[in-house]
């Protein structure tokens, strides 16, 4: 009884694209059909004639969405949790290199009609990097993320670690790691013996936004790491980042 319910549930959204794809086909082309009729006679108006493009091009553009979404959908729902692979020795924290992120997700995402490009943007912020990823699909629907990396050149401990091309070289990895984790919605981490995943600690960018607070608001990173009992920032959970951060406003407010 189970085994043709789980089929019934797996099929489902297959079904759902093949009947998105069916209308992507009936629709434009019956329109398309009307245009191409439009245009052999002489007195359809100009301007009658562009609307008629311009929804043709919405439809497609819908239909496309809807493809994306789809897709997007069944890929993330083959996904797992990618395994660290190396460690930060600034910040004393295990990460998944890009390669190994890279290394499960493609043959998933390639399979699902995706394709990813990776760009570079001007940013709002001083000293850093727009990182902008463009997110295509098979259907004809294009999506793009970005995400401002800081490009500086300081170390976790606040002191000048690279070069100028450097820093801009370690912004644009850190943000296209951090991109595709984000877009495919990606867990890193270890799993314990008992099949149960350990306490996550803070990310990397968790651990550059807290620094930030500490730096704008004059805060030693000593001072604070005795408050949270740790030894670095890379030691404190994932699940108190919101408690530092009200700590941290706080305690500007109370001065």
Same mark, same amino acid.
């Given at each position: ?13 297959? !079904? ?6 069916? +209308?992507?086909? &009936? ?6 059909? *009307?245009?191409? !009729? ?6 359809? $108006? ?6 008629? #493009?311009?929804? &043709?091009?919405?439809?497609?553009? +819908? ?9 997007? /959908?069944?890929?993330?729902?083959? #996904?797992?949790?990618?395994? /660290? @692979? /190396? ?6 924290? +295990? ?6 992120? @890279? ?25 850093? #990097? ?21 490009? @500086? ?7 000048? *670690? ?28 270890? $799993? @314990? ?13 968790? &651990? *550059? ?28 959970? /994932? ?17």
């Amino acid at each position: 009884m189970n085994a043709p319910a789980t089929a019934v549930v797996e099929a489902a959204p297959r !079904r759902r694209a093949k009947a998105v794809a069916t +209308r992507k086909e &009936q629709a434009p082309n019956s329109l398309l059909q *009307v245009i191409e !009729r439009a245009a052999r006679d002489p007195s359809v $108006d100009i301007v009658k004639m562009e609307r008629l #493009i311009e929804l &043709q091009r919405q439809i497609h553009d +819908r239909e496309a969405e809807s493809l994306f979404n789809i897709a997007m /959908a069944e890929a993330q729902g083959e #996904i797992t949790r990618v395994k /660290a @692979d /190396a460690e930060n020795n600034q910040t004393h924290s +295990r990460y998944a290199t890009y390669a190994q992120i @890279d290394r499960a997700l493609r043959p998933i995402y390639t399979k699902h009609g995706f394709a990813l490009s990776f760009d570079e943007a001007d940013s709002p912020k001083p000293e850093h #990097i727009r990182v902008i990823c463009h997110v295509s699909h098979r259907g004809g629907f294009t999506r793009t993320y970005h995400t401002d990396m800081p490009a @500086d050149g300081k170390g976790a401990k606040g002191g000048d *670690v690279m070069t100028k091309t450097h820093a801009a070289g370690s912004a644009k990895a850190y943000g296209m790691r951090y991109l595709v984790r984000g877009i495919f919605n990606v867990a890193v981490g270890e $799993d @314990d013996n008992d099949g149960n995943g350990a306490e996550d600690t803070l990310s990397e960018e968790q &651990q *550059v936004n807290l620094k930030a607070m500490l730096e704008e608001r004059g805060f030693s990173l000593a001072s604070f790491l005795k408050w949270g009992k740790a030894s670095s920032l890379a030691e404190i959970p /994932a699940a108190n980042y919101l408690t530092c951060v009200q700590a941290i406003k706080a305690r500007g407010q109370a001065r």
